[in-house]
């Protein structure tokens, strides 16, 4: 719950003792699940904390203005994370992990990995290499 001090709110946030780029220094596995499955749940994350949209790519102010959305919708909890060691988005229409391609350099903010993240989604889903394109095909009436 927020606070009202001189005006201004006052948001307490859980583990605001934490480094930002702990995941990144570290490999995250803290609770019992986790070291059971060997990897962070990243869903734990406050997925209300609303991403700086000064550091949108190009491709997602694009991608925002043809939508006709004013914010990020149904990206606003899309992270990066990891599988298997290499940084990678995941993709729920394929309940999956889609690895970042080799040759792509991560920016050193977290924000700015996550627009990231967002951006190679979308492209993912749009592109012919999608799962669900080899469905519709097979499945599709029309």
Request: overall charge negative; hydrophobic content about 35%.
């Amino acid at each position: 719950m927020a606070e009202i001090k001189k005006g201004r709110p006052v948001v307490a946030v859980a583990n605001e003792n934490k480094d930002v780029d702990h995941f990144i220094r570290s490999d995250g596995v803290e609770t019992e699940r986790e070291k059971q499955i060997g990897q962070h749940i990243g869903y734990r994350y406050d997925v209300n904390l609303l991403p700086d949209y000064s550091r949108l790519t190009e491709f997602l102010k694009n991608y925002i203005e043809i939508m006709g959305w004013s914010d990020l919708n149904w990206l606003e909890d899309v992270h990066m994370g990891y599988e298997e060691g290499r940084p990678a988005v995941f993709d729920r229409n394929v309940n999956g992990w889609v690895q970042v391609p080799v040759g792509i350099k991560l920016p050193d903010n977290q924000q700015d990995r996550d627009m990231l993240a967002r951006e190679l989604l979308i492209k993912f889903q749009m592109s012919k290499d999608h799962p669900l394109v080899d469905l519709r095909n097979a499945y599709a009436k029309f």
